[in-house]
């Protein structure tokens, strides 16, 4: 059983920077692809980033691609979302996931993450 625990939101102007920080326990945390995943009032979950489980494969969403990157510290047991150039579309709980890493590409689809973390709010004022 994998525990994940986001830090890191707040509230910020357009155009500041934020860095998530997801810390996790249990389990083996560098055999997991990780992700970035956010959901906006009224909106559904939508993926945002992932990270293979050796750090050697990122994937990213067409609205953070060039603003946002994903990095993984494998003796931490710490991913991070750091988070540049904020819209304020980019308002949203932001969710931390895990799960098995079968062929270490990381993967864009919620269904093949098994753990998820309780969530940390990202505010972005215009």
């Known amino acids: 059983q994998v525990q994940l625990v986001e830090s890191g939101g707040g509230l910020v102007q357009a155009g500041a920077s934020l860095r998530l920080s997801c810390a996790a326990s249990?389990?083996?945390?560098?055999?997991?692809?990780m992700g970035w995943f956010r959901q906006a009032p009224g909106k559904e979950r939508e993926f945002v980033a992932a990270?293979?489980?050796?750090?050697?494969?990122?994937r990213y969403s067409d609205s953070v691609k060039g603003r946002f990157t994903i990095s993984r510290d494998n003796a931490k047991i710490t991913v991070y979302l750091q988070m540049n150039s904020l819209k304020p579309e980019d308002t949203a709980v932001y969710y931390c996931?895990?799960?098995?890493?079968?062929?270490?590409?990381?993967?864009?689809?919620?269904?093949?993450?098994?753990?998820w973390g309780q969530g940390t709010q990202v505010t972005v004022s215009s």
């Open positions: 996931a895990a799960g098995p890493d079968k062929y270490g590409m990381g993967y864009t689809q919620a269904p093949v993450y098994d753990y």
């Open positions: 249990g389990g083996t945390f560098s055999s997991y692809a």
């Open positions: 990270i293979s489980r050796g750090g050697h494969y990122t």
